[in-house]
């Protein structure tokens, strides 16, 4: 019987995926870099297959974050997420593991505006539309 990916593996393959997609880097590239194949790159993305050590600092360098960047808000061992993400880090939900395309494409496209002002009135717009379209509660009033 096949046993399941562990749930640290899990998130640091989905972090190697996330941040490999935000930097425009394809799997069959990363896996050039370091020298194992393009399915290899997927079975770790999955958590299929272990990183090691060596290898996720390999990851981490041609990526360009620190190794811990992987770890932020892994699982523990009790079910809690770990606290050493960034302060200003969004908590991790259960849809994080199911980042489409778009989702990547909206963040590069909003990371290459400089404006810091017209960053935040874009955020507030999408928080808007967000709540505007978010299905009503059974309690609320209509």
Known sequence: MKKAPDPVDRHVGHRVRVRRLLVGVSQEKL????????????K?????????????????????????????????QDGTRSDDAPE???EAGPHDVFWTSQDLQLV?????????????????????IGTSSA???????E
């Open 31 to 42: 896996g050039d870099a370091l020298g194992v194949t393009f399915q290899q790159i997927q």
């Open 44 to 76: 770790y993305e999955k958590g299929a297959n272990r990183i090691s050590a060596s290898r996720l600092r390999q990851i981490a360098d041609m990526l360009g974050v620190p190794v811990s960047f992987f770890y932020e808000g892994a699982p523990r």
């Open 88 to 90: 200003n880090a969004v």
């Open 108 to 128: 590069r496209a909003f990371q290459r505006i400089g404006d810091n002002q017209l960053r935040r009135r874009i955020i507030s717009l999408v928080e808007a």
């Open 135 to 141: 299905p009503a509660s059974p309690d609320a009033p």
